[in-house]
T-cell receptor
Framework: GENVEQHPSTLSVQEGDSAVIKCTYSDSASNYFPWYKQELGKRPQLIIDIRSNVGEKKDQRIAVTLNKTAKHFSLHITETQPEDSAVYFCAAKGWDGGSQGNLIFGKGTKLSVKP | DAGVIQSPRHEVTEMGQEVTLRCKPISGHNSLFWYRQTMMRGLELLIYFNNNVPIDDSGMPEDRFSAKMPNASFSTLKIQPSEPRDSAVYFC?????????????FGNGTRLTVT
């Protein structure tokens, strides 16, 4: 089955700097890669996703890149703000041989943005 | 749209008691997922349903755990008997599984404490 590795587990940046979180996956059949943000005590919420026919996607200060050959994808946050502080999860859509598959999550990255 | 609704928000119970967690998915969504979140293991998929049918329950830790989806608008996750190591936040999520990949929407979770 699918296995998703996420690095780093914690990341501390100064306000205004950029933050990069990287994930690798094992199943070459995976074709959907979302990123979720979870604030303390709240539910994970989708912030951006990318599909395997696209190499890069951007939404304001957030961008995601995908390298299918190397089986890795990354989240880039530019001009970080204190409200970006949260735990970020990457995920990959596994395939179970006929159904819609399921999302396998990385272990998460705790991002702290210092004012 | 009220989103995915879970109840209760918090549950405190004694070891050996039966615990039932409830979930109402977003109307029109035909896939439902139960996840467990702990500091040590992150977000783990327990089981997911497609059109009310359990597709993959390989993440269910033991026979003490069971899940049902009697209709498209309701699902339960039951733990009997509960143990202290079951303490975690349990998330229900739903999505629409059609020809493409649709985002996963999480409920607010149930924080379970077993003493």
């Amino acid at each position: 089955g699918e296995n998703v590795e996420q690095h780093p587990s914690t990341l501390s940046v100064q306000e205004g700097d950029s933050a990069v979180i990287k994930c690798t996956y094992s199943d070459s059949a995976s074709n959907y890669f979302p990123w979720y943000k979870q604030e303390l005590g709240k539910r994970p919420q989708l912030i951006i996703d990318i599909r395997s026919n696209v190499g890069e996607k951007k939404d304001q200060r957030i961008a995601v890149t995908l390298n299918k050959t190397a089986k890795h994808f990354s989240l880039h946050i530019t001009e970080t703000q204190p409200e970006d502080s949260a735990v970020y999860f990457c995920a990959a859509k596994g395939w179970d041989g006929g159904s819609q598959g399921n999302l396998i999550f990385g272990k998460g990255t705790k991002l702290s943005v210092k004012p | 749209d009220a989103g995915v609704i879970q109840s209760p928000r918090h549950e405190v119970t004694e070891m050996g008691q039966e615990v039932t967690l409830r979930c109402k998915p977003i109307s029109g969504h035909n896939s439902l997922f139960w996840y467990r979140q702990t500091m040590m293991r992150g977000l783990e998929l327990l089981i997911y349903f497609n059109n009310n049918v359990p597709i993959d329950d390989s993440g269910m830790p033991e026979d003490r755990f069971s899940a049902k989806m009697p209709n498209a608008s309701f699902s339960t996750l039951k733990i009997q008997p509960s143990e202290p190591r079951d303490s975690a936040v349990y998330f229900c999520a739903s999505s629409h599984s059609g020809t493409g990949n649709s985002p996963l929407h999480f409920g607010n979770g149930t924080r379970l404490t077993v003493t």
